[in-house]
């Protein structure tokens, strides 16, 4: 398993091991296939996953193919199945689906698109939908080792397995219209400040349309002010609970936003931690 953990510091992978401790109930058994995000948002074509920032040439990572969408083998069936597939998917599919619905509709019609429009959405299911497949994503490097703790992991965790709890304190979702089709993972980033005493912005990004995603973990000071971001919340702690999703259609962020800050402003990563995937276009041989 040593050998097996250095490997996939090495290059990209999105195959865990066939048993492994899951990326979300950390129980140890046969991991499964989870599409991120699911296959209910129209990830089911051949996607090709890659580095962000391109290869490095001394970790040649080449381009991963990954079959019927872009996927990773690492959570147990249970959690695929039944956590994801069956109790919170639906939510977030549901709500991917009421935006694509609108913007048919408004280019058909050649509407003026408004400033902002409202989507009728299941927050909480929304939320541990979205949170669920970000902790399956990049996470090769979790399911081989038994005890990683990681303060906002394992806070998401318990959130996406307790369907009553409440998003902590500690957690802030930020999110945005993202008219993009290049799916963007980026696992434990942080934005830097020049002049900023070491103040971050620590967290994971998930974007995949039409939705950027900004999970921070307990931010010190108001930096992410700057951006307007909207926020996400859960308003009640009835899973089913309903509400409306405000998306700003305008003054949108740059498709690259966060990880190419302007305004004095870095971006750090680990490689292994960051991917983005998009359809395949073209052939590209066999890994
Ligand atoms: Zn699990």
Redesign the pocket.
Known sequence: MADYSKNINERLTNRGPNVGY?A??R?HGPLTKDHVPPKGCGNINDSVISHVYGNNSEKPGRPVLSQGGSHFRT??G??NNTLLGTEYDPALSDAVRGVEAYFRVASASRLTLPRTQLFDYQPNRFLRSMLGHLLAANAVPDVTEKDRVIPLDDALRAYVLDPSATLPDEVCVYYWFYPHRRRVVMKHSAMGFFGGNGAVIYGHVFKFFPFGFWVVWDEQGDRSKRFNLRRLTDSSSVISASSRLLLDLSQLPPANFPEAPTDNGMWLVTDYRVSQAEDRTRRIPPI
């Open positions: 899951c979300i109930c129980t959570i147990c249970r959690c």
